[in-house]
């Protein structure tokens, strides 16, 4: 029933994207960017970054147009469809939408499926990737990219626009850099997708599915809390999803106060850690409390040097009778379950499955022995939960569908003006939707060389927690009250409808952002 009702929910958006025959596009500064990165990209490297204003449009013709969903999922990828069909029919009704079924593998393999406003009526406002698929295929081989070619080529698309994260817009960067060099019109165009956060710039303020996945979470972690406070008697050790930045965990903790809310990109160490929540657990009891919650990102085993360590040396692929010293003492205190976990090939991105990593259990463990090193007196009694998939293909906030809109609608725009080689970004999210601004970022700006499965590989820079920003600052001075007084906060669900101080909440980060 609530999905049936979300459809006909309409999505507020810009005021200047409500006046498409007046809008155009004005160049901005174009940012210079290191020489082996020109080297990479020598037709891309120059775009300038752009703005919507109002003024005199292009005039508008019938477009063919791809798209295609790419990497994990996040609540309000079908926004982003409906916007681009809309705007394309408002540009002449003969216009095409080809969705590439199942990502960038779609693309390669020539799988196809028009749109029909039917199909995009069924799906507007709603959660999931269901409509076209999705997948995390990796575009770096010649043969991909000439594939690419031919498939657009084949469909004489205008412009293909690809709807995903760092590693996928990091596709659309080459894949533009490759039809450039082949002389071949066809614009490449992104759209900022996942529910880690880490897309972020100065005009990329946040990545869409992050508000609606955070709020997910946190609904979760408000009814455990309550259960640790009714029940008395479990610490809660509960991972997020966020395979290298912290910024979820971060933003539940700001929605939930846990006692205790690990932030990888402080860079503490495995034993530091350990030594703090025994620490943490000793206090507690001798105030009589002998439960807690503890929130744990996911990417958090990327930071802790003594992992990072074990990590380099095993994705080298230096055998465990073969490891360091230092590596090896590190790999002997982890469950052999644990181990096991450390030793699963990367995924097709070069990134390790840090997903599969149960630190959760792993610091579980420690604590336990550690408190036996102490000879703690007190009851230490552990609950282990991971929060990802959860949060991925919910129905989208308020938020997220009027954000999601919008950015569907930059994407036509950026059809219109021939813009290649970009990813549309949305600014001044802190402001009702009426005065958001519409920006071009060239993805290449956002791009630094990496060292992925043992090669220097362009990709765009995860934004990581700033340690000196007002969201970490603000958790940093409430840590101390929150870890020994319990002042958990329970969000409850999502909130589609009544007054606007429960239904258009903003994300914290973008709240407490400058």
Known sequence: MLCKQRLSYRPNIPLILDQWDQICIESLSTQAIASDLQSVFPHTHSLPRCRAVVGRGQKSVAYKVGVLFSGGPAAGGHNVLAALFDALQKCNASSQLIAFLDGASGLIEDRTQQLTSQMIDASRNQGGFDLIGSSRTKLDKPEQFSAALQTVKKHALDAVVIIGGDDSNTNGAMLAEYFASQNQKTQVIGIPKTIDGDLRSEEIEISFGFDSACKTYAESIGNIAKDALSSKKYYHFIKLMGRSASHIALECALKTRPNLTLIGEEEKSLFSIVSELADLIEKRHQIGKNYGVVLIPEGLVEFMPEIKFLLEELSSGAKIESLSEKARITFQEIPEKIQQQLLLEKDPHGNPQVSQIAIEQLLIHLVKKELQKRKFSGKFNAQDHFFGYEGRCCLPTNFDADYCYSLGLAAALAVREGLTGVICAISNLKAAAQHWEVKFVPAVQLMRLEKRNGKLK???????????????????????????????HFPGPIQFFGPPELTEQRPFILERSP
């Open 458 to 488: 362009p990709v765009i820079e995860k934004t990581l927690v700033d340690l000196r920003g007002n969201s970490f600052v603000y958790l940093c001075a409430h840590r101390a009250r929150w870890a020994l007084e319990d002042h958990y």
